[in-house]
């Protein structure tokens, strides 16, 4: 298990409370976070941070989560990183083209808590 404590993450979500809830989430339970509200802010701070993980909101507007998660994957020290999308539209479909356009994981929202950390947690290590 690795140690949240250690974790930098960058969470990208236009929704305000769905931002709020994951930053709360994951500060509380130790990891420092970087909040954007927008897709543009997303793709500034990954001009100044390193993450150890990237939460992105797919439905934005552009750019949203799939476009976030194509810069990263093409950028030399960020590829590897891992990306977990959030959505309120998970759905099968959904699901399957995250998986290939190389999310390393999906939750639907509302998101729960012992799930989020379970699943980041699983990513991480």
Same mark, same amino acid.
């Given at each position: !298990?690795?140690? $949240?404590?250690?974790? $930098?993450?960058? %969470? #990208?979500?236009?929704?305000?409370?769905?931002?709020?809830?994951?930053?709360?989430?994951?500060?509380?339970?130790?990891?420092?976070?970087?909040?954007?509200?927008?897709? $543009?802010?997303?793709?500034?701070?990954?001009?100044?941070?390193?993450?150890?993980?990237?939460? #992105? +909101?797919l439905s !934005?507007?552009?750019? +949203?989560g799939w476009? %976030?998660?194509?810069? $990263? @994957? =093409?950028?030399?020290?960020?590829?590897?990183?891992?990306?977990? /999308?959030?959505?309120?539209?998970?759905?099968? @479909?959904?699901?399957?083209? =995250?998986?290939? /356009?190389?999310?390393n994981a999906?939750?639907?929202?509302?998101?729960?808590?012992?799930?989020?950390?379970?699943?980041?947690?699983?990513? #991480?290590?």
């Open positions: !298990m690795s140690n $949240i404590t250690q974790w $930098i993450v960058i %969470l #990208v979500d236009d929704e305000p409370d769905s931002l709020n809830l994951v930053h709360d989430m994951l500060t509380l339970n130790g990891a420092q976070v970087h909040r954007a509200s927008s897709g $543009i802010q997303g793709l500034a701070l990954l001009d100044t941070t390193k993450p150890t993980l990237i939460v #992105v +909101d !934005m507007p552009k750019p +949203d476009d %976030l998660l194509g810069v $990263i @994957r =093409a950028h030399p020290t960020l590829a590897q990183v891992p990306v977990v /999308a959030i959505t309120a539209y998970a759905s099968d @479909r959904v699901i399957e083209q =995250a998986r290939i /356009a190389g999310f999906l939750l639907p929202k509302p998101l729960k808590v012992g799930k989020l950390l379970s699943k980041l947690n699983e990513v #991480v290590s």
